[in-house]
């Protein structure tokens, strides 16, 4: 069993009867959906889940989740998803994919946020080792781009794997990728990023978090907020 997996099944183990789960996107994601499948088939635990994507609401899917759609939510008792950055603070970069909002609709919405990584994604600062994703509305990429450069941000939109074109989301959104020279907080470019007209949404998740699981040379560390 690697960390991934091993992070994933500490997760599983705070689902509890009759909770409505919210799904994450990523490979650690699946071992967590996978983990969740076998208690539902070992243990006879009840439970429905809310997906943060159409991969893994596929993937539920195929292991005989219960799925809810997310306009069919006012809530969810916990959502479970990785990361690609995590500070000390807990706060998180994410959005190395392409559901921004579907993530962070589920992490605001859920009574507890769960977040697995292993311990090459834990950072002194956001933007570390990623630039910043910032969704953005197609027509308004120009004037955002010019907003994020006046708070120090350099960035360009997201090639396709094949550079044979843009990435568009899920929704229709084009992403800014933008790296900041000054290091800024992440609290700081969280409200900065919230004020400029035109972003969708961006990678930054600050306040969201319940916890952190992290798997780490056979062990799971847990960081509580």
Not at 43 to 63: D, T, Y
Not at 123 to 132: Q, T
């Amino acid at each position: 069993m690697n960390d991934k997996q091993r992070v994933a099944e500490h997760a599983v183990q705070h689902v509890k009867p009759g909770m409505i789960v919210g799904l994450g996107t990523g490979s650690t994601a699946n071992f967590f959906i996978e983990a969740l499948a076998r208690r539902q088939n070992e243990e006879g635990l009840k439970f429905k889940v809310v997906s943060s994507s159409v991969v893994s609401a596929n993937k539920a899917k195929q292991l005989g989740l219960s799925l809810l759609g997310m306009e069919h939510i006012d809530g969810l008792d916990l959502y479970v998803d990785g990361a690609d950055e995590v500070a000390p603070d807990l706060t998180l970069l994410k959005g190395r994919g392409y559901d921004l909002v579907r993530e962070k609709l589920l992490a605001k919405a859920a009574d507890s946020f769960l977040v697995l990584v292993d311990a090459s994604k834990k950072v002194k600062r956001i933007g570390e080792n990623f630039p910043i994703p910032i969704e953005v509305s197609p027509f308004a990429w120009r004037l955002v781009q010019q907003s994020v450069a006046a708070i120090g941000g350099h960035g360009s939109l997201r090639q396709t794997a094949n550079h044979d074109g843009l990435v568009v989301t899920s929704h229709g959104s084009l992403v800014l990728d933008v790296t900041f020279e000054s290091n800024p907080d992440g609290n700081i470019l969280n409200d900065q990023l919230n004020s400029i007209p035109g972003i969708v949404e961006h990678g930054i998740f600050c306040g969201l978090t319940r916890a952190v699981f992290c798997g780490h040379d056979g062990q799971v560390e847990e960081q509580w907020a």
